[in-house]
């Protein structure tokens, strides 16, 4: 990719995303991150690094207590 960056377009409103600060409930705990989502219909896409990455890593410390 030689440096770009890549742009995120929504699937449905074919609109560029945009980084948001979201908040996502797991287990009746918090956390807000921001992520890219569609400025229309809001619906937000979750980078694989983040899923597998910071995500995984609270949902597991959440299930151990």
Same mark, same amino acid.
């Given at each position: 990719?030689?440096?770009?960056?890549?742009?995120? *377009?929504?699937? *449905?409103?074919?609109?560029?995303?945009?980084?948001?600060?979201?908040?996502?409930?797991?287990?009746?705990?918090?956390?807000?991150?921001?992520?890219?989502?569609?400025?229309?219909?809001?619906?937000?896409?979750?980078?694989?690094?983040?899923?597998?990455?910071?995500?995984?890593?609270?949902?597991?410390?959440?299930?151990?207590?």
């Amino acid at each position: 990719m030689n440096g770009e960056k890549r742009t995120w *377009k929504c699937g *449905k409103c074919n609109e560029t995303l945009v980084m948001k600060k979201t908040v996502f409930s797991y287990l009746g705990h918090t956390v807000a991150h921001e992520v890219p989502t569609c400025p229309k219909c809001g619906k937000v896409f979750i980078p694989e690094e983040l899923a597998e990455g910071k995500m995984a890593e609270v949902e597991e410390q959440l299930e151990d207590k």
